[in-house]
């Protein structure tokens, strides 16, 4: 295990309870237009890359045959299977292991998804091309992340950091329609949007360095009409608001 994926297990370690309530992360009309933009049916297995607490996985178990969640932290499995279980889902499977090297045969699924997880890899093109090739030849592979514009990226970035030491970067758009050209996957739909948070709660359930959250909130109240950041910060009544540039992906594999 590398010096990046043990802050991860210990930034989400801590995050686990709270991320499973986290408004932004539970919002279930972006759940409802992941099964829309991933046509699924019935007839589909699917895979979800660094599931988390399983929400992504669980919305998907509702109207797929089979889906199956994998991610490196086991408190964030423990939160999965419980959210299953509140859900009398029994289609489902979990696993703990490494997203660059997933342990499905190849063609194994018809549907692989990630969600608000690129941003952590150190290596982004080993980890779609692995999901590429556990996708079956016609099947389709979704990413929804982040994607700020490129002149803002540098400053989003420092902005993320400073929430979560396990943040990596972001990618622009650019960036994954090269990856996923690499991977033999087309990228046949785009759908964009904002995933808005509340400062103040999301401080309450993240586990910034010392310092940093003074840091972020300063951070915010200057680019509110600004927009330095590309997260459009806001007031809203006395809270500080801020919306995450979200865009989801949708790729086939060719036959």
Same mark, same amino acid.
């Given at each position: 295990?590398?010096?990046?994926?043990?802050?991860?297990?210990?930034?989400?370690?801590?995050?686990?309870?709270?991320?499973?309530?986290?408004?932004?992360?539970?919002?279930?009309?972006?759940?409802?237009?992941?099964?829309?933009?991933?046509?699924?049916?019935? @007839?589909?297995?699917?895979?979800? #890359? *660094?599931?988390?607490?399983?929400?992504?996985?669980?919305?998907?178990?509702?109207? @797929?045959?089979?889906?199956?969640?994998?991610?490196?932290?086991?408190?964030?499995?423990?939160?999965?299977?419980?959210?299953? +279980?509140?859900?009398?889902?029994?289609?489902?499977?979990?696993?703990?292991?490494?997203?660059?090297?997933?342990?499905?045969?190849?063609?194994?699924?018809?549907?692989? $998804?990630?969600?608000?997880?690129?941003?952590?890899?150190?290596?982004?093109?080993?980890?779609?091309?692995?999901?590429?090739? #556990?996708?079956?030849?016609?099947?389709? $592979?979704?990413? @929804?992340?982040?994607?700020?514009?490129? +002149?803002?990226?540098?400053?989003?970035?420092?902005?993320?950091?400073?929430?979560?030491?396990?943040?990596?970067?972001?990618?622009?758009?650019?960036?994954?329609?090269?990856?996923?050209? +690499? *991977?033999?996957?087309?990228?046949?739909?785009? *759908?964009?949007? %904002?995933? +808005?948070?509340?400062?103040?709660?999301?401080?309450?359930?993240?586990?910034?360095?010392?310092?940093?959250?003074?840091?972020?909130?300063?951070?915010?109240?200057?680019?509110?009409?600004?927009?330095?950041?590309? $997260?459009?910060?806001?007031?809203?009544?006395?809270?500080?608001?801020?919306?995450?540039?979200?865009?989801?992906? $949708?790729?086939? %594999?060719? #036959?």
């Amino acid at each position: 295990m590398n010096t990046h994926q043990e802050i991860i297990i210990d930034q989400f370690t801590r995050q686990a309870a709270p991320f499973a309530q986290s408004p932004g992360h539970t919002n279930e009309e972006s759940l409802r237009l992941l099964i829309e933009l991933a046509r699924l049916s019935r @007839a589909d297995t699917a895979l979800d #890359v *660094a599931c988390g607490t399983g929400m992504v996985a669980c919305a998907f178990a509702t109207v @797929a045959r089979e889906v199956t969640g994998i991610d490196i932290t086991p408190a964030m499995l423990e939160q999965a299977q419980l959210l299953a +279980e509140r859900h009398g889902l029994t289609n489902l499977f979990w696993r703990q292991g490494d997203i660059e090297t997933l342990p499905f045969p190849d063609h194994n699924f018809s549907v692989v $998804v990630s969600r608000y997880a690129f941003h952590h890899f150190i290596n982004p093109r080993a980890v779609l091309a692995e999901m590429a090739r #556990v996708c079956r030849p016609g099947g389709r $592979v979704l990413i @929804a992340d982040a994607v700020p514009p490129p +002149e803002k990226i540098d400053a989003y970035n420092h902005f993320e950091k400073l929430f979560d030491s396990s943040h990596h970067r972001a990618l622009t758009l650019e960036e994954f329609r090269n990856l996923a050209s +690499e *991977a033999g996957l087309q990228i046949m739909r785009l *759908a964009t949007y %904002k995933m +808005e948070m509340e400062l103040e709660r999301h401080l309450a359930a993240s586990f910034p360095n010392p310092g940093d959250d003074e840091r972020l909130r300063q951070l915010l109240r200057e680019d509110i009409g600004v927009d330095r950041l590309g $997260v459009d910060a806001h007031w809203r009544g006395e809270e500080i608001h801020y919306a995450y540039p979200v865009t989801v992906i $949708v790729a086939e %594999k060719a #036959v």
